[in-house]
C-alpha cells in the first residue's frame, strides 16, 4: 500500500515515518499479521518506498543495513546524502527531485541500476565507486557538454543510458557520438542500438577514438604501475625496510644539512661524496636483501604455525563429532526405552543410567578441549620463542649494518674536517686558487667556525641515521609483540566459544531427558 503525502509542507524522514512505510510495505496475511505484532526490524528490510512523502532531505536510513532497493522518487530532496551504510543496495530510484549534483554515492559500490531522471543535474561526475553500474537514466536533466559521455567509458557493465530531454541530447552528432564512445552500450533512450549503425558511428569518429583509446592506455599503463610500486612499498613495509634499496637514506641525511650543501664546494669535496655516498648506498642495499629474506622466514614461521594450528583444531573437532555421532545414536535409542517402559523403577534407573552417559560425554568433550589447549599451548609458546629469535637476529644484523653507516659518516666526517682546515690554511696565506661563493667562504673567518661548521653537518647525518634504525627496531619489536598477543587472545577467544558450545550441547541433551514427564512416559 503506497502512502501519499496530502500535505504540502516539506516532510522529515525520521523513524515514525519509516516504521510506518515498512509496516504498510510488509508481508500480509498471516505472516504480516504477525510481523505486524512483533514488528519488523529495519536491518532485514529489503526494499523500500519512499515515493511521494514530500521528502526534502535523506535521512535516518543508517538501520537499513540489508536494503538492496530504495525508492525515493517524486520528492523534493535537494542533495544525494543519508546513504553511507546501504553498501548493499542494488537499485535506486531519484527520479523526479530537485538534485543539481551527482555526490554522496561513494558507498554504493553494489548498485546496478540508478535513476536520476527529471533533476536539475548538469554534469556526469562522481560515479566512480559504482564500478557495477548496469543501468543509468539521467533524461530531463540539464546537461549540455558532450564531453559527459566520455567520463562514462569507465563503466564497463553499462548497457542501458537514457539522456533525452537534455540539452546534448539536441545536438547533430548526439546518437552516433554515444554509439561509437560507448561500445559496450545496448539500449540508448530506451531504445536498442544497431549492430551496424554502431559500427558506422566508430568509422565516422575512428580517428579521435584512436586518441582517446591512446591516451586512456596511457593512464592505464601509469596507474598500474602506480599500484604496483604501492604493493612493492607495502611488501618493503611489511620488511620494515622500505626506502633502503637505494640512496633515499643518505639523500636525507643532507635534505636539511645547510652546513653539508655548503661544504660540497669544496675542492675535492665533491669526489669524497661520491666514494661516500656509493659506500653507504651498498650498505643500505645489504639492509634491504637481509630484511627482505627474513621477512620470508618470518613469513613461513607464521604460515607454518597457523597450519599446525588449523589441522589440530580439526582434528579435534573430528573426534568430537565422532564422539558426539556415537552419543546421538545411544541417546535417542535411551529416550525411546524411557518412554516405552512402563515401570517406575525401571524408568528412574533407565534415566539416572542415560544421565551417566550425557555426564561421561562431557567429561570427554572437556578432556579432548583440554589437550587441545595444551596442544596449542605448546605450539603458541614454541613459535613465540622462534619469531622472536628471528626478530632479535633481524635487529641484530641491522644494527651491525647501521653501525657500519656510521663508521662511514665518521670516517667522511674526518676527511672532510682535514680538507676544511687544509682550505682554511690557504685562505689565510692568499694561496687558494679556486673561487668560492660568499657564503661558503663565510665559514672560513677561522677555525673554530668551520670546525662547528662540520661537526653540526656531522649530528645531522649521525641523527638520520639513528632515526631510521629506531623507527626500524620499534617497528619490528611492536608488530611482534602484537601478533604473539592477537595469537594468545585468538586462542582464549576459541577456547571460551567452545566451552560455551559444549555446555550448551550438554545442556540441551540434558534438557530432553529433564523434560520427560511421567505422565507421557505411562500408557
Not at 275 to 286: P, Q, T
Not at 309 to 316: L, S
Request: glycine letters at 4%; aromatic letters at 6%; one cysteine or more.
Amino acid at each position: 500500500m503506497n502512502l501519499l503525502c496530502n500535505s504540502l509542507e516539506p516532510r522529515v524522514m525520521d523513524d515514525d515515518m519509516l516504521k510506518l512505510v515498512v509496516r504498510e510495505q510488509g508481508p500480509q496475511e498471516e505472516a504480516g499479521q504477525l510481523a505486524k505484532q512483533e514488528g519488523i526490524l529495519f536491518k532485514d528490510v529489503l526494499s523500500l518506498k519512499l515515493d511521494f512523502q514530500n521528502i526534502l532531505r535523506i535521512d535516518n536510513l543508517w538501520q537499513f543495513e540489508s536494503l538492496r532497493k530504495l525508492q525515493l522518487d517524486n520528492n523534493i530532496i535537494e542533495r544525494i546524502e543519508g546513504l553511507e551504510n546501504l553498501t548493499h543496495l542494488v537499485w535506486l530510484d531519484l527520479s523526479f527531485n530537485n538534485i543539481e549534483a551527482i555526490e554522496g554515492l561513494d558507498a554504493l559500490v553494489n548498485l546496478e541500476d540508478l535513476s536520476l531522471f527529471n533533476n536539475r543535474i548538469s554534469k556526469i561526475d562522481s560515479l566512480d565507486a559504482l564500478v557495477k553500474l548496469q543501468v543509468l537514466s539521467l533524461g530531463n536533466n540539464q546537461i549540455g557538454n558532450m564531453m559527459n559521455i566520455i567520463y562514462l567509458r569507465r563503466f564497463k557493465d553499462l548497457r542501458a543510458l537514457s539522456l533525452s530531454g537534455n540539452p546534448v541530447a539536441k545536438a547533430e552528432d548526439y546518437r552516433m557520438f554515444i554509439w561509437a564512445y560507448l561500445p559496450g552500450l545496448v539500449y540508448l533512450d530506451s531504445r536498442r542500438i544497431d549492430d551496424h549503425m554502431k559500427e558506422l558511428a566508430e568509422i565516422k569518429h575512428q580517428y579521435s577514438l584512436d586518441e582517446l583509446k591512446h591516451r586512456e592506455n596511457q593512464i592505464q599503463a601509469q596507474l598500474e604501475e602506480e599500484q604496483a610500486q604501492r604493493k612493492e612499498l607495502e611488501e618493503y613495509k611489511a620488511a620494515f625496510v622500505e626506502h633502503l634499496n637505494g640512496s633515499f637514506l643518505f639523500d636525507s641525511m643532507y635534505a636539511e644539512d645547510v652546513e653539508g650543501k655548503k661544504l660540497a664546494y669544496l675542492p675535492s669535496v665533491g669526489e669524497l661524496l661520491e666514494s661516500y655516498k656509493d659506500k653507504f648506498v651498498i650498505i643500505c642495499l645489504h639492509i634491504f636483501e637481509y630484511g627482505l629474506k627474513q621477512q620470508k622466514k618470518r613469513k613461513v614461521e607464521l604460515d607454518t604455525f597457523s597450519e599446525c594450528v588449523h589441522e589440530a583444531i580439526q582434528e579435534n573437532q573430528e573426534q568430537g563429532k565422532h564422539r558426539i555421532a556415537k552419543f546421538e545414536e545411544k541417546h535417542l535409542l535411551s529416550l525411546s526405552a524411557i518412554r516405552d517402559e512402563s515401570d517406575m523403577t525401571n524408568i528412574e534407573m533407565k534415566i539416572v543410567e542415560h544421565g551417566k552417559d550425557i555426564t561421561e560425554l562431557y567429561n570427554v568433550l572437556m578432556t579432548q578441549e583440554m589437550q587441545l589447549v595444551e596442544q596449542l599451548e605448546e605450539m603458541i609458546n614454541m613459535f613465540e620463542r622462534n619469531i622472536v629469535d628471528l626478530v632479535g637476529l633481524f635487529i641484530e644484523n641491522v644494527q651491525s649494518l647501521m653501525a657500519q653507516c656510521r663508521d662511514l659518516e665518521t670516517h667522511h666526517h674526518e676527511k672532510l674536517l682535514e680538507i676544511c682546515i687544509n682550505t682554511l690554511e690557504k685562505i689565510v696565506k692568499g694561496e687558494l686558487d679556486e673561487d668560492l661563493p660568499d657564503d661558503v667562504r663565510a665559514l672560513f673567518v677561522d677555525k673554530d667556525t668551520i670546525v662547528n661548521a662540520v661537526g653540526t653537518s656531522h649530528d645531522i647525518h649521525l641523527l638520520k641515521i639513528d632515526n631510521r634504525e629506531d623507527e626500524l627496531v620499534t617497528r619490528i619489536n611492536s608488530w611482534c609483540t602484537q601478533l604473539v598477543n592477537k595469537i594468545h587472545k585468538d586462542e582464549i577467544t576459541r577456547n571460551r566459544k567452545r566451552v560455551r558450545e559444549i555446555n550448551q550441547y550438554i545442556d540441551h541433551m540434558q534438557s530432553e531427558l529433564d523434560n520427560l514427564e511421567c505422565s507421557d512416559i505411562i500408557d
